[in-house]
């Protein structure tokens, strides 16, 4: 098979999701053993915004999980999820008109790589289990410190592939073997859970990560790790002085 453009495999990561956005949720449960809702929290409480009335970019927003959270997690903030997907993005508006702090959520379609704001709007820009279906990781960091105002932080988190032993045998047993075969049995797509496993067998390792970050101009980039690097949190901010 011959490698997809940019804009091909774009087209084809927006189909999937647009596919499986019914079951996205349930799925992330299941084969996350629940620990999504726990590394999400997580990833907000990273920011450390406090009871700031912050503004918050949620890129690749989905269901609006991530940015729902946030809305609870952060009293008074504003939250605006951006996603390409737009059954993903309707899911996002359901779940949005039950949530307690639904009112300071709001959801736009459009690009990561072509996001439809002014720069230095934001207080911070955070994602969740995106990067691997992005592109240009390089215009998406871009973008990420052009719309954050100065002294603003990004925090990301993602699945990559863990390398630690005995771990990383069972993990790749599951991930690249069991999960499809769950996506096939409670979704009935096994492409699309298929495309998930293998966007984290070929991801870059956290450390490139971490450089592409650092090589945008954001500063104080920290990594944290779990389930022996399967899942790792970047945080990184913009300086307050322009470089």
Known sequence: MSPLSQDGRQQLVQNI????AARYDFLNRVISFHLDTFWRKKAIRTLALGGRR???LDLGSGTGDLALTAAKEIPEAKIVGL??????????????RRAAAGDRTFFVLGSALEPPFKEETF???????VLRNI????????????????GGKIVSLDMFPPSRLPFSFFYSFYFYRMV?????VLAHDRGAYQYL????????????????????GFKEIKIQKFMSGAV???LGEKPRIPR
């Open 135 to 150: 592109t240009d990781l390089n215009l998406f960091f871009r973008h990420a410190y052009r719309l954050l105002r100065p």
């Open 83 to 96: 996603d390409f997907s737009l059954e993903m993005l309707r899911f996002a508006q359901k779940k949005k």
């Open 54 to 56: 912050a503004v918050v």
């Open 123 to 129: 207080d911070a820009v955070m994602t969740a289990f």
């Open 17 to 20: 999701f647009n596919r499986i």
């Open 180 to 184: 499809p075969w769950i996506g096939t």
């Open 197 to 216: 496993s293998d966007s984290v067998k070929s991801f870059n390792p956290p450390e490139t990560i971490a450089e592409l970050i650092r090589q945008t």
């Open 232 to 234: 790792c949190l970047h």
